[in-house]
C-alpha cells in the first residue's frame, strides 16, 4: 500500500519503521527540512518531502501532526488527493478532532495510538512502538465502513490492541486515566509551594522520596501536554476534575469529623479498585 | 552499648542488624512468640523476648511499634528501666508522640528514619537500610542534651542524614510530600470509579498507563498507612488538605474560564517546582 505520514516526530516516525518493514510504500512530509532528511536517513520512509503533493498517490493518510494542526493540516491537504483517499490521525482527543475533519474529508477515522516513550521527535522513532498497546478507533455513523476496514488492517498488522468507541466515550475514558492525573498531580506541586513557612518547603524537599515522586510526575512533565488535554479534552476533563473535587471533599469530611471507620473503608475500596486498571500493565 | 528494641518488624529488625554490626549489644522484645524465635534464628538481636523486663540493663531503647502503640509501650516499659535511659521511637508523625510520651519519660526524643521497603516483618529486616535516607530527630526545649547526643551518635553511626526540627515542622514537611498525597491519590480512584458509565469505566481501566499507575500509587496502598497518618497528624494533615483543594480549584477554574495563558504559566510553574523534590532520589 502506498501509505503517507504527516509528521514525522516520535509517533510518525515509528509508524514509518513498522509500516515501511511490513512492506508498504511510505511517504513522509514535515514541516522541517532538517526533519525530512532525518527520516530519509533513518529509513523511516521511502521518501519525504516538505510539500503536501508528495501525497497525491496515497491510499491512506496518517496526520501525524499536533492536535491543533490536524484540521489546518487535512484543510490543505485534501486539494492533493485522490477522493477514495482514506484519512486517520493519532491525536489523544476524539471529539473535537472528529467534529472538524469529518466535514472536511468523508474518509476520515478517528484514531489514537496510546504508546509512546519519554522522547520525543524524529529521532525518538522506534520500531514496534505500537505492539501490545491500545490503538483505539472511533469511527461514527457516517464513517463508510470500508474505510473503517481499511485502517483497522493496518492498525491490526502493528501487533496493537484495537478497541472501537465513540469519541466521547473515548475522550471521558482518557480524561479519567490521564488528564485528570495530570491536573491532580499539577495540584499537588502547586499546593506545596503554598506552604508560606520556607523552612518546612525545605524540610518537606529534603523530605520527598517515592511516593511523592511518583504521585507528582506527571503533574511536572510536559505543560504543553497538560495545556493540550485541557484545551481540547475540556468538557470531559472538568466533568472528570468536578466528580474528583467532590471525592477530595469526601475525604476531607471524614478526615475532619475523626470518621476512622468509614475512611479506612474508602481506602480499604480504592485499594481493591486500582488493580483492574493495571492489568495490561502487569 | 546495650541497646532496646521493642517491635520487631521491617524497621526494628533492620535497626537491629545495624546496630549489632557496629558492636553494640542489641535485645529485642516483641509481642509475639514467633517473632521473637525468628529474630534470634536471623541474628536480628543478641536475645529477645515477649517481656520487656529484657531491657532493665538497656542504656537505649528504640520503640519499634505502630503509632498508636507508642505511648502505652512506653507506659509499660518504664517501670523496668533506670531513669538516665535513654528512649527514642520511630514514629512516622511526631508531634502526637512527642506530646504523649515527654510526659512519661524526660529521657525522651523523638525520631523519624524516612527509610522502608515495600515488605513488612522481621523477615523483611535488612542490612544498611538507614544508610543515606534521612533520619529526623525532634527534641524540644525540654529534652535533655546529653538524650539528643545519644541518639544522634547511633543514627550517625548508621550513615543516615540526620536533621533537626520541631515536632510540628516535621509533621507539617511529611504531611506535604507523604501524607497528602495519600488522600490525594486515593481520591482519584475513587472519582474513576464514581464514572456512571460502566462501558467508560472499562475503557478507562483498558487504556490506563503508567501516569495512573504512578498518580495512583499510594493512594491504592495499604489502609492502615493512609489511616494512621490522618489519625495522627490530622491537623497538619488537613492544612495540607485545604491549601491542595484550593489549587485544584484554581485550575479547575482555569479551564472553566478558558484561560490557556494562565494554565500554561501555572503548569511551567510545576514543572520547575518538582524537581527541588527530587534531588535525593537522583
Redesign the interface.
Known amino acids: 500500500m502506498n501509505i503517507g505520514i504527516v509528521g514525522l516526530g516520535l509517533i510518525g516516525g515509528s509508524l514509518g519503521l513498522d509500516l515501511r518493514a511490513l512492506g508498504h510504500q511510505v511517504l513522509g512530509v514535515s514541516r522541517q527540512e532538517q526533519t525530512v532528511q532525518r527520516a530519509i536517513e533513518l529509513g523511516v520512509v521511502d521518501d519525504a518531502s516538505l510539500n503536501l503533493t508528495l501525497l497525491a498517490a496515497a491510499d491512506v493518510v496518517f496526520i501525524c501532526t499536533p492536535i491543533a494542526a490536524i484540521a489546518p493540516t487535512v484543510q490543505q491537504l485534501i486539494h492533493h488527493l485522490s477522493p477514495d483517499t482514506v484519512l486517520t490521525d493519532v491525536g489523544s482527543v476524539k471529539t473535537a478532532v472528529v467534529e472538524q475533519v469529518t466535514p472536511l474529508w468523508h474518509n476520515f477515522v478517528g484514531g489514537h495510538p496510546?504508546a509512546g516513550t519519554a522522547d520525543n521527535g524524529i529521532d525518538a522513532a522506534v520500531s514496534g512502538l505500537y505492539a501490545g498497546n491500545?490503538y483505539?478507533l472511533t469511527p461514527i455513523e457516517t464513517t463508510p465502513d470500508e474505510a473503517v476496514k481499511v485502517v483497522e488492517e493496518i492498525v491490526r498488522s502493528l501487533c496493537s490492541?484495537v478497541?472501537f468507541?465513540r469519541p466521547e466515550?473515548?475522550d471521558?475514558?482518557?480524561a479519567?486515566?490521564?488528564h485528570?492525573?495530570?491536573?491532580?498531580?499539577?495540584?499537588?506541586?502547586?499546593?506545596?509551594?503554598?506552604?508560606p513557612?520556607p523552612?518546612?518547603v525545605e524540610?518537606?524537599?529534603?523530605?520527598?522520596?517515592?511516593?511523592?515522586?511518583?504521585?507528582?510526575?506527571?503533574?511536572?512533565?510536559?505543560?504543553?501536554l497538560?495545556?493540550m488535554m485541557?484545551?481540547y479534552n475540556?468538557e470531559s476533563?472538568?466533568r472528570?476534575?468536578?466528580?474528583?473535587?467532590?471525592?477530595?471533599?469526601?475525604?476531607?469530611e471524614?478526615?475532619?469529623q475523626?470518621d476512622?471507620q468509614t475512611?479506612?473503608k474508602?481506602?480499604?475500596?480504592?485499594?481493591l479498585?486500582?488493580?483492574?486498571?493495571?492489568?495490561?500493565?502487569e
Open positions: 496510546m491500545p483505539v490492541q478497541y468507541c466515550d473515548h471521558r475514558a482518557v479519567w486515566i490521564s485528570l492525573p495530570v491536573m491532580v498531580s499539577a495540584s499537588l506541586i502547586d499546593a506545596c509551594m503554598s506552604e513557612d523552612a518546612v524540610l518537606a524537599q529534603q523530605f520527598a522520596s517515592s511516593g511523592f515522586r511518583d504521585t507528582s510526575r506527571v503533574g511536572g512533565g510536559n505543560p504543553d497538560g495545556l485541557a484545551r475540556r476533563m472538568l472528570s476534575l468536578t466528580a474528583y473535587r467532590h471525592s477530595l471533599n469526601q475525604f476531607i471524614l478526615i475532619e475523626e476512622w475512611l479506612e474508602k481506602l480499604k475500596q480504592t485499594q479498585q486500582r488493580p483492574p486498571f493495571l492489568s495490561k500493565l
